[in-house]
């Protein structure tokens, strides 16, 4: 695809503008800006729900704006579960991101709770962002969220995801067909992935930010807790590295999370549940293989959140039909 798509919903009709070209944060540039002393006149500030269906990136588009992981990324379905916040300060606003599941139709009791935390983020939000996939459309679940959106009133803003893997003229028909369903305040093609236009999604987003001083301190980049975040990042490396019988199956618990030697070391103990004998089989592998695989794999990127040395021990536990049971569902935070 040629870079040099951009395009506002609020105009009559759609520009085109070759001049404009793409943009985005590629990674390893300079995050996001933190805020200075100002007194905060003429600031902005705002809740963000990003929606969508199952696997278009919301996610992948969360952590490159912040310009660090906080959600947990695969390509499977149902990777996020919980409602993940994330806080971008800038000079002139605070945008506060809620990452959501994706939304689909549910019947399991797990998709159905798992549907519930993303549409219960509408009511919290002052800003909607419906994020959808331009490779691989969603017609069934974008109806799904439509329908949410028709019910609210706060400004929606659509963000249409892989643009680098088509045509201008795939992201065109995208366009017509969604603005002909509802009427965005603005729609910006992006790659999430690569950063493509993610600084222009940004400033169209900055232009509908409500008018108020910033909801969190400058130094916060979520509102979960190390622990909580450390549970999500061993659940990815299971996604990552079993079959595709397992994601579904799995939940995570962090049974303990200690500090010790001032904070230099942390201790670890968490406990991989699955709903089978055989899915405990494949998590731990020939010899402990696949389980090490995956511990080593988490243990590096929670040193790399939490900037200490970390010690952490995996243990797998079968719990029949856990993702059916409701008072497992609680236990385990769904």
């Known amino acids: 695809m040629e ?15 070759p001049s404009l070209g793409m943009s985005g944060k590629d990674a390893g540039e300079e995050g996001p800006l933190s805020l200075g002393k100002e007194t905060h006149v003429n600031y902005k500030s705002g809740f963000i729900a990003i ?11 969360m952590n490159r704006i912040l310009g660090e992981k906080i959600s947990i990324t695969s390509r499977k379905p149902q990777t996020t579960r919980n409602r993940i916040l994330g806080v971008l300060h800038h000079s002139g606003y605070q945008m506060v991101f809620m990452d959501t599941p994706g939304v689909h139709r549910a019947s399991k009791p797990l998709n159905v709770r798992i549907v519930d935390v993303a549409v219960s983020a509408l009511g919290e939000a002052d800003m909607i962002l ?3 996939d331009l490779s691989e ?4 679940s974008e109806a799904i969220v439509m329908k949410k959106l028709s019910a609210q009133n706060h400004p929606v803003v659509l963000a249409l995801n892989k643009s680098d893997l088509v045509d201008n003229e795939t992201v065109l028909k995208e366009i017509t067909r969604l603005s002909g369903l509802y009427n965005f305040s603005e729609i910006v093609p992006v790659s999430a992935r690569h950063g493509l236009q993610v600084d222009d999604l940004l400033a169209a987003m900055e232009k509908i930010l409500p008018e108020g001083p910033p909801f969190f301190p400058e130094d916060a980049l979520t509102d979960m807790p190390e622990r909580f975040i450390a549970g999500e990042i061993i659940r990815e490396k299971v996604f990552r590295l079993t079959g595709d019988e397992i994601p579904y199956a799995v939940a995570v618990t962090v049974d303990s999370f200690k500090e010790e030697k001032g904070g230099k070391l942390i201790k670890i103990n968490a406990t991989v549940h699955v709903e089978r004998k055989s899915q405990k089989g494949i998590i731990i592998g020939k010899r402990g293989a696949k389980l090490k695989q995956i511990g080593q794999s988490a243990r590096e990127d929670i040193q790399r959140m939490v900037g200490s040395r970390v010690f952490l021990k995996l243990f797998v536990r079968v719990q029949k039909n856990w993702s059916r ?8 935070g769904y």
């Open 3 to 17: 870079n040099d798509l951009w395009i506002h919903a609020g105009y009559s009709g759609y520009c085109f503008d």
């Open 51 to 61: 929606v969508g269906a199952p696997n278009v990136g919301k996610s992948t588009l």
């Open 130 to 132: 419906f994020m959808t």
């Open 137 to 140: 459309p969603d017609p069934i």
């Open 325 to 332: 049971d409701t008072r497992a569902l609680r236990r385990f």
